[in-house]
Antibody
Framework: EVQLVESGGGLVKPGGSLRLSCAAS????????MNWVRQAPGKGLEWVSS????????YSADSVKGRFTISRDNAKDSLYLQMNSLRVEDTAVYYC???????????WGQGTLVTVSS | SSELTQDPAVSVALGQTVRITCQGD??????ASWYQQKPGQAPVLVIS???NRPSGIPDRFSGSNSGNTASLTIAGAQAEDEADYYC???????????FGTGTKVTVL
């Protein structure tokens, strides 16, 4: 059974940092592109960042570029999101999602809540 | 433009058919995927590619594409189909993704 479990969310002050983790199991993690997607309270989904299977290609939304860094450790079946210079508008539930060959996000974690507030 | 536009809300009578649309320039060269999200839950993929349903998704869900518009059809809507639905696709660059604005489906 495919499982994605996010962790690392919490309350942080504006300008602070946080590192999210996503532990994968039940599939060959090292062969899949992975993504982070976020959802602000009461709002829609927003794609954040993606990383290919061997970390060869990394892409990020303009809203987080230069502040957030996606990475992975295939030996540990884990995905990460380092978030620096956090802003109030970064408050959201952050989901990790597996990307299939067609570019669809076929499995999602349950999400971890990040709250940026003074 | 990299935006995907959806109607904010639609309603459908129990057992009837509803179609949700998603419009955007990126859909002229990319298929849309569709996700169902119920309150407090993570999104679930219901349609991908040309019209592919993941295992466990009922066959009352189907997808289609024409020009800059993608559509999700629920034929014979059930009470459990009440949810928010989002489309997404690659953007015009092919390297980023964009989500639609979301459609709240109410089953009456």
């Amino acid at each position: 059974e495919v499982q994605l479990v996010e962790s690392g969310g919490g309350l942080v002050k504006p300008g602070g940092s946080l590192r999210l983790s996503c532990a994968a199991s039940g599939f060959a993690f090292s062969t899949y592109t992975m993504n982070w997607v976020r959802q602000a309270p009461g709002k829609g989904l927003e794609w954040v960042s993606s990383i290919t299977s061997r970390s060869s290609y990394i892409y990020s939304a303009d809203s987080v570029k230069g502040r957030f860094t996606i990475s992975r450790d295939n030996a540990k079946d884990s995905l990460y999101l380092q978030m620096n210079s956090l802003r109030v508008e970064d408050t959201a539930v952050y989901y990790c999602a597996r990307e299939d060959l067609a570019g669809a996000f076929d499995f999602w974690g349950q999400g971890t809540l990040v709250t940026v507030s003074s | 433009s990299s935006e995907l536009t959806q109607d904010p809300a639609v309603s459908v009578a129990l057992g009837q058919t509803v179609r949700i649309t998603c419009q955007g320039d990126s859909l002229r060269s990319n298929y849309a995927s569709w996700y169902q999200q119920k309150p407090g839950q993570a999104p679930v993929l219901v349609i991908s590619g040309k019209n592919n349903r993941p295992s466990g998704i009922p066959d009352r869900f189907s997808g289609s594409n024409s020009g800059n518009t993608a559509s999700l059809t629920i034929a014979g809507a059930q009470a459990e189909d009440e949810a928010d639905y989002y489309c997404n696709s690659r953007d015009s660059s092919g390297n980023h993704y964009v989500f639609g604005t979301g459609t709240k489906v109410t089953v009456l």
